[in-house]
């Protein structure tokens, strides 16, 4: 096994150095013909991992070379987003984004490797992560109606954890109430949701926003109960919750996870890349998981998936200001 | 073998004057740009300049040590290298500092090799050629645990084509 | 299904060739990844995570599983026979263990270490098993101030931990605290100290702390001093591998008190094995028969953070399973994987996926005897490592801790704080200052921040809520007791020496 492995690697070493030998033009048509890297900002575990591999594994078997998976966890996802950035155009780094990390971390740091969409190419948009409102199984807020309607009548009262200030559930919530003119408190909690959710089981505040997966469990159990969701259509997850986009007032901030690329990939690769990842979106097996996790799926590819992110970046900073304007 | 003997009190002020102006710059750091919110909303700046606080405070308790407790509790003197021990040790941590650097650029796989050889040259009279083969043999079998069978993501630098 | 029900049940689950295989695997990779210097479970298990989805759900979570409790087992070795912590919980091993080690009981100590952790591993799965329903609303119980008092007190009373005076470990514990808010700090994002370097943003990391702080530091003596080199352990022959009856009989109060120990640390959010560790240790000092023995090489300062830390790994799979809801990152990884595979996670799990609930607890009953089969034909081959010559092992223990530090997130960075913890880690070992304090107070220190500033959020500014719950009361009347009787006993102690150095005169 050895020594065959070896051979194989030695022959694809020396075609590697004949690619590289070789002009641009025929470089395009023999893409991809060594291992590609696919970084994902984020550490294994949660939900961002899982879906990477899943589309790299369908990927794989499309261009027919290994897909590498790489964590580069760390700094609101800008570590790994930006060794995507700054990699050579040449098709074989790729990786993943988020809303969070392509269109609202330029807002919050200084010195980032892209300012907005035109630092990246956009390749495709895999799925939506509605963020949702989840309330212990007894509280007196039947519906999200119930909620609101307290929430104009004490403003400020009411409390939601969520896992951190200005992840996409804390903007879900500032956008809404910025929208809607109530004011609903966000405490911040860490540790991955799990303790935003723990406070609102233990009663310490009256509900979390979060994510469909750390609540679905309870929810089966009877423990909690989903009230909302910030999306404008119904989540196929709790049917029962009512979207934002059906209160009067139009929020629905929702995780959205891309793929990126460096800029300036030659347009032949770019084109293998969409239909390549084209058909991996259209599969049976990629739309299963999604389903299975909560996503729901959106495709948007190139110029269209930017449309959407320089949405997002003007949303991000509408709600940046409000925040300054409440402090 | 030779050494520098040096007074463990004296290093221990040393050490407690490097506290206290780390704590200040430390501190000064938080006041200056961090927030500190409200009470309803604590902002950053709170705890870091508690624990500038408990930093000068351990700092000031390490300059009040009376030398003889001091030498009592921590023993008079300790020992520095010089000499050629001093020479074995700025030799390794600089070959172990080139290899963090080289191995993003040639690889782990190679950077790692070579650091091997150098580390054994300089602690032992073995012959070159027999050190030379325990670097490749380790490093290499490194290669085949961690990154080949445990898939630790080592820079690979020139090694990808591979 | 009752307890023992759901046992035989899973024995059935467990016992498949597949999930054996699986639990083998995940024992044998635990303790080589722990006996690696560097190389700590959370690495570990995320390594595997990919593997994992290629398997049988159960299979997956059984290997996951083994690999933290199995990484408690090996994570001592090194501590006790070079002073260098395998992995974060096994720092206050290296305390005595080492020097247990230097005086030839090294082959004891790591059996004394096997069994205590085999005993503390076998103790806490009874406990899940029996009560895990029962215990999952625990967790529910503790809100934002009983965590404050939880952790501040914690920090408070392990401020001596490895003894000496008070300014020796004071000083070290607060710079541990201001490493840990380094980076973006948790609660609001803010970043702090980072100096617009990026990689200081997501802020120092354990890992090369703590191998740089004991292990290079130890091998920078190592190499600097021939005689410090030669006074390092010896290997040892075969039957001085097992302890004498005395040391069994110092060990298994040890053992229990460091079972019940770890098994409350796990069932609340927290770096428990770690932790429990620690606290194992200061209660060794203060309640064991041997407590002034314990930082001169005492057997009880192994064997009851050794329990604690296989116990505590274990009872935190009652969050896991029971509600479904991660506390550590290991576990986050375990529902990730369970999420991957369609599996729901939460309290439901028990009736509707009995086969992983059940198998998964009786996989580990299997693991540890699987562990300890395992540990104790190794200790003897452990130990002639130490044979091996200086110039081969120093480079290649240095290579090993560069792979460790370098994969926790893939970071060169953290290899250069490695680097730099390791020069700060030869200065304090020089002018005596201890070094368990920093990794207190580095650990704890974000919790202590984070719990405090939640604990405002939540109470919109008012203070009380600080001593507003019962836990919470409960907790700073321990710490206060706790901190009033050891400043008693010094004092008559030092009363003691006092006269008997009068009467000397």
Redesign the interface.
């Given at each position: 096994m050895g020594l065959a492995f070896n051979r194989r690697n030695v022959l694809l070493a020396v075609a590697g150095i004949a690619a590289l030998g070789a002009a641009g033009p025929t470089q395009a048509q023999e893409w991809p013909n060594r291992d590609i890297t696919f970084i994902v900002p984020y550490?294994?575990?949660?939900?961002t991992?899982?879906i990477s591999?899943?589309f790299c594994e369908i990927l794989e078997k499309e261009l027919k070379v290994k897909l590498i998976?790489?964590?580069?966890?760390?700094?609101?996802a800008?570590?790994g987003t930006?060794a995507v950035v700054r990699a050579a155009p040449d098709g074989y780094t790729i990786g993943l984004g988020s809303n969070s990390s392509l269109a609202y971390q330029p807002l919050?740091?200084k010195?980032l490797a892209w300012k907005d969409t035109d630092g990246y190419q956009s390749i495709v948009k895999l799925a939506d992560l509605p963020s949702i409102l989840g309330v212990p199984a007894d509280s007196r807020f039947k519906t999200f109606d119930d909620f609101i309607a307290e929430a104009r009548k004490n403003p400020g009262k009411l409390?939601v954890s969520v896992s951190?200030?200005?992840t996409t559930p804390d903007l879900a919530m500032q956008h809404f109430n910025k929208q809607s003119g109530l004011r609903v408190?966000t405490?911040?909690?860490?540790?991955?949701g799990?303790?935003a959710?723990?406070?609102a089981?233990?009663g310490?505040?009256d509900g979390s926003v979060g994510f469909g997966?750390?609540m679905?469990?309870?929810v089966?159990?009877g423990?909690l109960r989903v009230i909302a969701t910030f999306s404008n259509d119904k989540y196929f997850l709790f049917p029962d919750a009512k979207p934002t986009g059906e209160t009067p007032w139009k929020s629905a901030v929702r995780t959205a996870y891309y793929v990126i690329a460096p800029k300036g990939i030659p347009q032949p690769i770019l084109d293998k890349l969409f239909a390549a990842s084209k058909k991996v979106l259209e599969g049976e097996d990629f739309k299963a998981f999604a389903v299975?996790?909560g996503y729901t799926m959106d495709p948007k590819f190139g110029d269209d998936m930017k449309k959407e992110l320089m949405d997002y970046e003007r949303q991000f900073k509408e709600v940046n200001d409000f925040l300054e304007s409440a402090k | 073998?030779s050494?520098h003997t040096c007074s463990?009190a004296t290093?221990?002020r040393i050490?407690?004057v490097a506290?206290l102006v780390?704590?200040a710059a430390?501190t000064f750091?938080?006041w200056r740009?961090?927030?500190f919110?409200?009470?309803?909303?604590?902002?950053?700046a709170?705890?870091?300049i508690a624990?500038?606080i408990?930093?000068a405070?351990?700092?000031i308790?390490?300059l009040l040590?009376r030398r003889n407790t001091s030498n009592e509790?921590?023993?008079a003197t300790?020992?520095?290298?010089a000499g050629a021990?001093?020479r074995?040790?700025v030799f390794?941590?600089g070959a172990?500092?080139i290899?963090?650097v080289a191995?993003?650029y040639i690889g782990?796989l190679i950077a790692?090799a070579l650091?091997?050889f150098v580390?054994?040259a300089i602690?032992?009279d073995?012959s070159k050629l027999r050190l030379a083969l325990?670097?490749v043999v380790?490093?290499g079998s490194?290669e085949l645990f961690?990154v080949r069978f445990?898939?630790?993501?080592?820079?690979y630098g020139l090694t990808r084509l591979f | 299904m009752t307890a023992f029900e759901g046992l035989f049940y899973g024995l059935g689950v467990a016992m498949t060739p597949a999930n054996l295989l699986a639990a083998f695997a995940g024992a044998f990779a635990g303790t080589a990844i722990g006996v690696l210097p560097g190389?700590g479970p959370v690495?570990?298990v995320?390594?595997?995570?990919?593997l994992t989805?290629s398997l049988d759900p159960t299979a997956g979570l059984i290997m996951m599983a083994g690999i933290f409790y199995g990484s408690m087992y090996g994570g001592s070795t090194t501590a006790i026979l070079l002073n260098i912590p395998g992995e974060s919980a096994s720092v206050v091993t290296a305390i005595d263990g080492y020097k247990l080690a230097r005086r030839g009981r090294a082959g004891a100590t790591l059996t004394i270490v096997a069994v205590g952790s085999f005993v503390g591993g076998t103790l806490a799965v009874i406990g899940v098993m029996l009560f895990s329903a029962a215990l999952a609303k625990v967790?529910?119980?503790?809100?934002?101030a009983d965590f404050f008092a939880l952790t501040f007190g914690g920090l408070m009373v392990m401020a001596r931990i490895s003894g000496?005076?008070?300014?020796?470990s004071?000083?070290p514990?607060?710079?541990g605290?201001?490493l840990g808010?380094i980076?973006?700090?948790?609660?609001?994002?803010?970043?702090?100290?980072t100096f617009?370097i990026?990689?200081l943003?997501?802020g120092v990391s354990l890992v090369p702390i703590v191998v740089g702080l004991y292990g290079l530091a130890e091998l920078?003596l190592l190499?600097?001093?021939?005689a410090h080199a030669a006074a390092r352990p010896q290997s040892v022959k075969m039957r001085e591998l097992l302890p004498t009856r005395t040391e069994w009989k110092r060990a298994v109060p040890s053992w229990l008190r460091g079972t019940g120990l770890g098994f409350l640390f796990g069932l609340v959010?927290g770096p428990a094995a770690t932790l429990s560790s620690f606290a194992s240790y200061r209660l060794e000092k203060a309640v064991s028969k041997h407590a002034d023995e314990i930082g001169s090489g005492a057997i009880e300062g192994v064997a009851g953070p050794e329990a604690a830390n296989n116990s505590a790994a274990t009872a935190s799979l009652v969050p896991l399973l029971a509600l479904?809801?991660?506390?550590t990152?290991i576990a986050?990884?375990m529902?990730?994987a369970m999420?991957?595979q369609?599996v729901?996670?939460?309290?439901?799990?028990i009736t509707e996926k009995p086969e992983i609930f059940w198998g998964l607890i009786a996989s580990v009953y299997i693991g540890n005897v699987m562990l300890l089969a395992l540990n104790i034909p190794m200790i003897g081959v452990w130990v002639s490592l130490l044979r091996i010559?200086?110039?081969?092992f120093?480079?290649?223990l240095?290579?090993?801790s560069?792979?460790g530090a370098?994969?926790v997130?893939?970071?060169?960075f953290d290899?250069?704080v490695l680097?730099g913890a390791g020069l700060l880690g030869y200065?304090f070992n020089?002018?005596?200052?201890q070094l368990a304090p920093l990794v207190v107070g580095l650990i704890l220190?974000p919790n202590?921040?984070?719990h405090?500033?939640?604990t405002?959020?939540?109470?919109?500014?008012d203070?009380w809520a600080f001593v507003d719950t019962p836990i919470a009361i409960t907790v700073w009347i321990l710490v206060a007791g706790i901190l009033a009787v050891g400043y008693f006993a010094r004092r008559r102690t030092s009363v003691a020496t006092a006269m008997a150095q009068e009467s000397s005169l």
């Open positions: 550490a294994p575990g949660g939900s991992d899982p591999r899943k998976v790489e964590n580069k966890p760390g700094a609101s800008t570590i930006g919050e740091m010195g409390k951190g200030l200005r408190t405490v911040p909690f860490t540790g991955g799990g303790e959710l723990l406070a089981l233990g310490r505040v997966a750390t679905k469990g309870q089966d159990a423990k299975a996790n | 073998m050494s463990v290093g221990r050490a407690a506290g780390l704590s430390y750091y938080a740009e961090l927030d919110g409200r009470w309803h909303r604590p902002g950053a709170i705890f870091p624990v500038g408990i930093l405070v351990a700092s308790a390490i040590e509790v921590h023993g300790f020992t520095l290298p021990d001093l074995r040790l390794v941590l172990f500092a290899y963090f191995m993003e782990h790692s650091f091997l580390a054994m602690l032992s073995k325990y670097a380790i490093a490194f961690f445990l898939q630790v993501q080592m820079p | 190389l690495a570990g995320a390594l595997i995570l990919p989805f967790a529910i119980l503790f809100g934002p000496g005076t008070l300014a020796s004071l000083l514990m607060a710079v605290l201001a808010t980076g973006q700090e948790a609660v609001t994002g803010e970043t702090r100290y617009g990026l990689h943003v997501e920078m190499i600097e001093d021939k959010p479904g809801i991660p506390f990152p986050a990884l529902i990730s999420l991957v369609g729901q996670p939460g309290p439901l799990l010559p200086l110039y081969l120093l480079p290649i240095l290579v090993l560069v792979i370098y994969s997130r893939n970071s060169i290899v250069w680097l200065a020089k002018l005596r200052f220190g202590i921040e984070k405090f500033r939640e405002l959020f939540l109470s919109q500014g203070l």
